[in-house]
């Protein structure tokens, strides 16, 4: 099996086409799908299969639909839809699509026997529009399976010039450095950040930003200082790893004893937000660095700043603990994440809440896999209960109808209803004729003024004997039967005990999202106060050897003695 895998991730074939829109709804599900509208696709496909409107493409509507749902967090439920899929006759490409789904959801699930398992199950061609998915996922399995040495040899062919290729040579790096091929991990380090070189997008220059800090830890576990020193001079000042960077470099600056070098990057460091941790460090390092120098003034007025900047952090961590407990709170923190981790819109589309107070904390939490598809399924869950209250208030007014038509209308009511109608007409007409004679006594502008009028009254009337035409060729009354009725009111009841649960499950990942967050704000304070507690007591010794300074000079001027 693994030989088969290694084998498929060596000689991919490329060339399947993409499957053709046959049906017309599954053209408008497969609009929602790329709209990224997953709920209303999944609806529009319940209701197409439904109406049996999916004949030619029901197979690759049914995949759609397993990959929706995979991607709404269900995999036992995205499973059953793919063996399904895969217990019935189906193409090769469907099927081929489906194996790769399932062993993506395995995967994903950390069950990496069952997803080689599948992903060797795939035949012939594999479909373009998955190719270089299968490659990426193919070559994260081999390297989970520590087959380092093949896939280093595949990598020049499957991820060639793909989207994916820095990523998969950066993780094999990574791994070679976990198992101790230190040369090895070093030569695709250096593959990454030169891939970068070629490719200016800031994805690839925050990789290699991580390459070089990763080539730095290796010189420094070494013990080549300089080494180190030279690849963290090249990591931007700027970027998502900026921070970890300059502290490193201030760090190795100082054990090469080279103090005047360190001090710009723990500078840079320092006018930065409390909030990031390698900032927090910066702030006690720089006034201990002064120290070293003998710059005793400098290095006070380093220890003061700090303690006041902890003593800020600290106070901002208590605000951020107020709005991740207000009443609102995750709900508008999810639906306003996207542009809250925008820079040009910190505050989001809503910004009812001072979430500045809250996101500089929750920067590393943010970019973890377990917080993410919390933040993810508790989105899910509100656009589910927005749909459910639509539906909620729709079943309300669905009920009045029923009430209406259960008070039922009789054939008498229906011919008195008639006869008044027709009494009205026919007054209505009279004016209009004495309306239309009295037109005729006016000036010529008058009457053109008048004539639109008229002539939008005769219209009106001809829709209203319409109308009346239809309601007297009623035989009998229409009456709701009571097979509909009971029909109705236990889709109303499921709508409103849908509701019920939904907001139990919300209230369940909000207390869980609450949990996660103050941890995290625990562990800011809680290192935050360490460092404050540092700083003074490095204002403190400073103040003590000062005093001692002066007791000293003081006993010398006046020959005392101590």
């Not at 927005?386 to 109808?401: C, F, P, V």
Request: aromatic share 10%.
């Amino acid at each position: 099996m693994t030989r088969l895998l290694l084998l498929s991730c060596l000689l991919l074939p490329t060339l399947a086409l993409a499957n053709t829109v046959k049906d017309l709804k599954y053209g408008t599900i497969l609009f929602d799908y790329y709209q990224q509208n997953y709920f209303a696709a999944l609806i529009g496909y319940e209701y197409a299969k439904a109406t049996h409107e999916l004949e030619q493409n029901a197979d690759e509507a049914r995949l759609l639909q397993g990959g929706m749902t995979l991607s709404y967090g269900l995999p036992d439920h995205a499973q059953v839809i793919f063996n399904d899929l895969l217990n019935s006759q189906v193409d090769e490409s469907t099927a081929n699509k489906a194996w790769y789904y399932l062993a993506k959801l395995y995967y994903q699930k950390g069950e990496i026997e069952a997803a080689s398992r599948n992903l060797a199950r795939i035949q012939g061609h594999v479909p373009n529009e998955i190719a270089e998915e299968f490659n990426y996922l193919a070559t994260l399995i081999n390297i989970r399976n520590m087959h380092l040495d093949t896939v280093e040899k595949s990598l020049s062919k499957v991820a060639k010039n793909s989207a994916y290729e820095p990523y998969l040579i950066f993780n094999l790096a990574i791994t070679q450095l976990r198992n101790n091929q230190l040369q090895d991990s070093k030569r695709n380090l250096k593959k990454v950040v030169d891939y970068s070189a070629i490719h200016k997008e800031e994805e690839f220059a925050v990789l290699a930003d991580r390459a070089k800090q990763a080539l730095a830890h290796i010189e420094i576990e070494n013990d080549n200082l300089l080494g180190a020193w030279a690849h963290l001079q090249n990591v931007r000042t700027t970027g998502l790893y900026s921070n970890r960077a300059l502290l490193s470099y201030g760090w190795t600056a100082i054990k090469l004893k080279r103090f005047s070098q360190a001090v710009p990057a723990l500078k840079a460091l320092d006018r930065r937000s409390i909030s990031i941790a390698e900032v927090q460090e910066a702030k006690v390092l720089l006034a201990h660095l002064y120290e070293q120098q003998g710059a005793s003034r400098s290095a006070l007025k380093q220890y003061l700043l700090a303690e006041k900047a902890f003593s800020g952090g600290v106070d901002s961590i208590a605000k951020a603990r107020a709005v991740i407990a207000g009443q609102r709170i995750p709900e508008e923190f999810v639906v306003n994440l996207e542009a809250m981790m925008d820079e040009t819109d910190w505050y989001g589309s809503e910004p009812s809440l001072d979430y500045n107070k809250l996101t500089p904390f929750l920067i590393e939490l943010m970019s973890s896999n377990p917080f993410h598809s919390v933040i993810k399924e508790l989105r899910d869950l509100y656009a589910l209960r927005n749909n459910l209250t639509y539906w909620g208030r729709q079943a309300l007014e669905h009920q009045l109808i029923i009430q209406y038509r259960q008070q039922g209308l009789t054939s008498k009511s229906i011919g008195d209803f008639i006869f008044k109608a027709q009494g009205q007409q026919e007054t209505l007409e009279n004016q209009i004729s004495d309306l239309r004679l009295h037109t005729m006594t006016l000036d010529v502008e008058e009457q053109e003024r008048f004539s639109a009028l008229l002539e939008s009254t005769d219209q009106s009337f001809t829709f209203l004997e319409d109308k009346l035409l239809k309601i007297k060729s009623i035989k009998e009354p229409y009456r709701q039967s009571e097979e509909n009725v009971r029909w109705a009111k236990k889709l109303h009841k499921r709508i409103k005990q849908k509701l019920q649960e939904t907001d139990a499950l919300i209230k369940k990942l909000e207390r869980v999202m609450r949990i996660v967050v103050n941890a995290e704000l625990d562990n800011h304070e809680e290192r935050m106060r360490y460092y404050w507690a540092q700083a003074r007591l490095g204002k403190a010794r400073l103040y003590d050897q000062t005093l001692n300074n002066i007791e000293d000079d003081r006993m010398k001027n006046t020959g005392e003695q101590p």
